[in-house]
């Protein structure tokens, strides 16, 4: 029987995950976007928040365009969307009730139209004075890494184009309640 030659293994030792440095992503991980509202910053946070179900965009919708939405305007609370059935499908848990000031949602959209508990960004919404009876409402949408390097630059483009839309519907909203 012929001896077969063994040849040395060639040194493949690369670093472990543990001693890398993660790569910074390869797109702006921040969407910001703000809108100047006539309204006072108690109004503007309460419009919001507690009317969030009556000017969030009928388009913007995980069951079906127009399907009615639920809010649970507190600190732990949800929004959440009723499909035909009546059952509710929470979208966002709300993380941080402070207002007039600030608003942060744990967003559970994963950018297909999907809920993904597992995936979820994150908004935090501040009401900052800007002049009299008026308020500058600032959204900062971030955290799109948890969704993998696969998902995250696209649905952080979505929410890119989606802010300008979901803000001019608020501000709308804003301008009905305070006419």
Known sequence: MPQEK????????????????PKPPNYDPFV??????????????????EDFP????KNFR????????????????RLY????????????????VDGPDTLAVGWRLNGFGRIDPDNASEFTVTFVPDGQKKTRV????THFDRMGTKHAKRV????????????????????????
């Open 6 to 21: 063994t040849v040395p293994a060639k040194s493949t030792a690369a670093k472990s995950t543990a001693t890398r440095k």
């Open 62 to 77: 995980t069951t079906k365009v127009g399907a009615p939405l639920g809010v649970d305007p507190k600190t732990g609370g």
């Open 156 to 179: 952080r483009n979505g929410m890119d184009k989606g802010w300008p839309t979901i803000l001019a519907s608020f501000q709308t909203k804003i301008e009905e309640a305070t006419s």
């Open 32 to 49: 910001r976007h703000s809108v100047t509202v006539k309204a006072d910053r108690k109004t503007a946070f309460k419009v919001f928040l």
């Open 138 to 141: 600032d959204v900062e949408h």
């Open 81 to 96: 969307e009723i499909d035909e059935q009546g059952e509710e499908h929470t979208f966002g848990l709300i993380r941080k």
């Open 54 to 57: 009556q000017w969030w965009p």
